[in-house]
């Protein structure tokens, strides 16, 4: 099978809408222009719900949405969207963009069930149980009292393993996280979540954490933010294979991808010569100096993340 990278994590479509780019827009890490020389590549791409939206979520969402669909339709005979499992063969096969839509913050169902069954005829594959604060589901990982899910929020885990929606816990508290390991009996994703043990902030997980989604065949895609790779003031691409590394020893290389959480963090968060998608190479090459195969670099930029749809979705 031909490489194919594959991305579980950016914010690009809300960062563009807020500030009026197009998704050809080079001034976004993610950008329809730099990505082209990586193809096929698929790309997740968040509708990012601030918790300030409360009760707003839905609406907050359709706009998100509408913004993207307008940009798909504009760049159709580039983009492929990822609705089922046989799309990423079009994407592989036709060497596209694919795109995967997704939900980061619960909060934009608005407390209603029947939103997961709208947003899925929408498109979204995936929904980020919360963001830092709590929402109608559970508790984020800034909570203060960690109350985990709620009876609404085990209500959603149950429908999205019914209708194979991808659950995320990145951003979850210990207890919301531990909650829906105990209901879902699907694999779990951490999109965009470091190892805690080399990185102590609350958005990072510990190393039992790592080993239960490893159980579920899951995923932790491994983040390029400064402030979850290192306590350090500024943190380079040598940290992100630490912690690449680090997951490696503890339950394999099959259970980590990447999810950059481009357009999510400001550029100046970013290391220095991973700036956006066109210095993914720089990552790979990093990964080679350090001693991994070529093999298992793919694995980790793309394969097991397309592993992942294939088993998962339609
Ligand atoms: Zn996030």
């Known amino acids: 099978m031909k490489n194919i990278k594959i991305d579980c994590h950016a914010d690009t479509i809300e960062f563009a809408l807020d500030n009026n780019y197009s ?6 890490s993610f950008n ?5 020389e990586k193809l096929p590549y698929i790309q997740f791409l968040a509708c990012f719900i601030h918790d300030k939206y409360i009760n707003r979520g839905y609406k907050r969402t359709k706009e998100i949405l509408n913004y993207y669909f307008r940009e798909e339709q504009k760049f159709r005979e580039d983009i492929v969207r990822i609705n089922r499992k046989s799309d990423i063969y079009k994407v592989i096969n036709e060497n596209k963009l694919g795109t995967l839509l997704t939900i980061e913050n619960g909060l934009a169902l608005d407390g209603k069930e029947d939103n997961i069954y709208n947003l899925y005829k929408q498109g979204i594959r995936l929904i980020t149980i919360t963001w830092n604060g709590d929402n109608q589901l559970g508790a984020g990982n800034q909570a203060i009292y960690d109350f985990g899910l709620t009876s ?3 209500k959603c885990i149950n429908i999205m393993n019914e209708i194979n929606m991808i659950i995320d816990v990145s951003h979850s508290s210990p207890k919301t996280f531990w909650d829906i390991l105990s209901i879902s009996n699907k694999p779990i994703i951490a999109s965009h979540s470091n190892v805690y043990s080399l990185c102590n902030n609350r958005r990072n997980i510990t190393d039992i954490q790592i080993k239960e989604i490893a159980k579920t065949g899951g995923l932790i895609g491994v983040t390029y933010c400064s402030k979850f790779l290192t306590n350090k003031k500024e943190a380079t691409i040598k940290d992100i294979v630490r912690h690449i590394e680090y997951i490696g020893d503890l339950v394999g290389i099959e259970y980590i991808c990447v999810g950059s959480d481009f357009d999510g963090v400001d550029k100046k968060e970013l290391p220095e010569n991973l700036k956006g ?4 190479n720089k990552l790979e090459e990093c990964m080679l100096i350090r001693g991994f195969s070529k093999e298992n670099i793919q694995d980790i930029m793309g394969k097991n993340l397309f592993n992942f749809i294939n088993n998962n979705l339609e």
């Open 23 to 28: 998704l050809d827009n080079r001034k976004l």
């Open 32 to 36: 329809l222009v730099d990505v082209e």
């Open 152 to 154: 609404f929020g085990k």
């Open 277 to 280: 998608v066109k210095d993914i």
